[in-house]
């Protein structure tokens, strides 16, 4: 499987020139332009790099801790099994990443108080540990 890094510096210097602002809140989940990324780290698909992302901490309203989600649910510690319309996903909390909200394209829904506690706490004893 080949990269697509020209395709996304391109999409970047895009995205890069949006003047907008989008209002966001902690536990909402949106389509977010991730990008073509290096090794391991969670990658976009289609177009335009979206993925799911959990919005995990609004520090302004420019920036944001976001964490990845996928339908591909794994039992291990890094990945967190939550609902988002009915559908289980898992959040990457591995991935966790610091993101500018003109990445964001398009609002999905949120996932429950509960399950956003549940995130947190998986991400603070990884933190911890």
Known sequence: MSKRFISWILEKII??????ETLI????????????????????????????????KKFNNNIFWGV??????KDNKYYVKVLLKDIEQSVMVSQL???DTKRLYQFIGHVSKEDFIKVKEYIKNILQN
């Open 15 to 20: 995205i890069d020139k949006i003047n907008k």
């Open 25 to 56: 809140n902690e536990h909402e989940v949106y389509w977010c332009s991730l990008g073509e990324n290096i090794g391991f780290e969670q990658n976009g698909k289609g177009e335009y790099f979206l993925r799911p992302v959990l919005i995990l």
């Open 68 to 73: 990845p989600l996928s339908t591909k649910n």
């Open 97 to 99: 990443r610091l993101l």
